[in-house]
């Protein structure tokens, strides 16, 4: 039984930094696509960050050169580390993962591409 567990999420003033956290419970490791995602109040949730198993990682435009994913194995863990926070950042974000590369090869994948994904932690940002 695979599980997807979100923290770090907080607030934070514009120009701060928070790194969420992933923990995947129960996953076994082969070829996957692992993403982080955000919604925003009246919003669609949206990709925010994709990393495959060889290490691609892909980047929303609106987050580039700000958010880094990145993903600890023996840590079942993944993380996306946000730095110079904007208020447009405020939203829900969730973590996703799939066990194939599938949804890593698409370039804007959707959420409901993954087969697993976690119930979210809040960012403001003000």
């Known amino acids: 039984h695979v599980q997807l567990v979100e923290s770090g999420g907080g607030s934070v003033q514009a120009g701060g930094s928070l790194r969420l956290s992933c923990v995947l419970s129960?996953?076994?490791?082969?070829?996957?696509?692992f993403g982080w995602f955000r919604q925003a109040p009246g919003r669609d949730r949206e990709l925010v960050a994709s990393?495959?198993?060889?290490?691609?990682?892909n980047y929303a435009d609106s987050v580039k050169g700000r958010f880094t994913i990145s993903r600890d194995n023996a840590k079942d863990t993944l993380y996306l580390q946000m730095n110079n926070l904007r208020r447009e950042d405020t939203a829900m974000y969730y973590c996703?993962?799939?066990?194939?590369?599938?949804?890593?090869?698409?370039?804007?994948?959707?959420?409901?591409?993954?087969?697993?994904r976690g119930q979210g932690t809040q960012v403001t940002v003000s």
């Open positions: 996703a993962a799939h066990q194939s590369p599938g949804p890593c090869l698409v370039p804007i994948p959707r959420p409901e591409l993954f087969s697993y």
């Open positions: 129960g996953w076994i490791y082969g070829s996957y696509c």
């Open positions: 990393i495959d198993s060889d290490g691609i990682a």
